[in-house]
């Protein structure tokens, strides 16, 4: 089946399952996490995709599977100060019996939005980088987590679970939204962008002193090879929508140090690289 896609125009999504039942699940933003989530789970179960972008929709295929009810409506859109409302009108379109969010997102928002919905909202985070997506969708465990006391949460819980490992990924429940929302950014993008940094100061520094950046790394290689407490990183620019932008979701003064490393870095290179020309 041939599909449209920004970046490549065409690309193969799988056929429905012929194993059809009476509900289907709904991806919703065909983009860089959501196509590939709906490659993944559209191998086993009727998954429709959609897109506020019309060129990214299969109609014949969204027309067919109209009238049958919703299970799981995975919400694949970026986070922004409209996340809420969006999901709410994806969430009045669909008639979902539980909404799964694999966008990264403000701490709290979960609860929030379970607070204000009747159904059970699961919280997904992604890890993974967009050009190799599919694949680390499948190489990472999926966590997930429920507000606890939802009513029918450990079902939904117990069918999104199924429905992963019918997808051959493994999945594992936090105990709160809370703990794997902040998780996604402390301790996956903004720790990446700690690590960066360090790199970047001890590239200014040897630059500084004249010092080749290996040689000088080189004295840590065996200690990392036994402690494993010494990575050593590749001192370029951060660049793309996921660290930087994900500092601003939990806005934390510490952190926010990342950005200004990062921002002036950038600049002491470009000024380097203008008094050589
Ligand atoms: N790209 C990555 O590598 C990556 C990795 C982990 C997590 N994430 C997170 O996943 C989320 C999505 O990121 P992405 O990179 O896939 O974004 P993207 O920009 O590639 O795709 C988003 C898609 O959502 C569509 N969209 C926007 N609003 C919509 C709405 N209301 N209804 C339906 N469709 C809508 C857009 O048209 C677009 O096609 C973000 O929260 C991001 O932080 C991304």
Known sequence: ?????????????????????????VVAGLGEIGLPIYQLISKNCQTIGYDTNPKLINKKLNQKYENLPTRFLHICIPFSKKFMPRVKSLY???????????????PGTTIK?????????????????HKRMLNDLKRYTKFFAITPNTPKSKSIANQYSTLLKSCKVKTKKMSNPIALEVAKIVVDTSYYGWLINYAQISNMIAKKYGVDYDEMWSFSDEIQKYLGNRPKMFPGFI?????????????????????????DYAKILKKRKTRKK
């Open 92 to 106: 009045k379109k669909f008639e979902p019996q539980s909404i799964v969010i694999h966008s990264t997102i403000s």
């Open 113 to 129: 939005i379970q607070k204000s919905l009747k159904i059970p909202v699961i919280y997904s985070a992604t890890r993974g980088i």
């Open 239 to 263: 660049g793309g929508h996921c660290v930087i932008p994900n500092l601003a979701l939990i806005g934390d003064n510490t952190l926010k140090i990342i950005k200004e490393i990062n921002s």
């Open 1 to 25: 089946m041939l599909y449209f896609n920004n970046d490549s125009f065409y690309v193969e999504l799988p056929q429905l399952s012929k194993k059809s039942t009476n509900s289907k699940d």
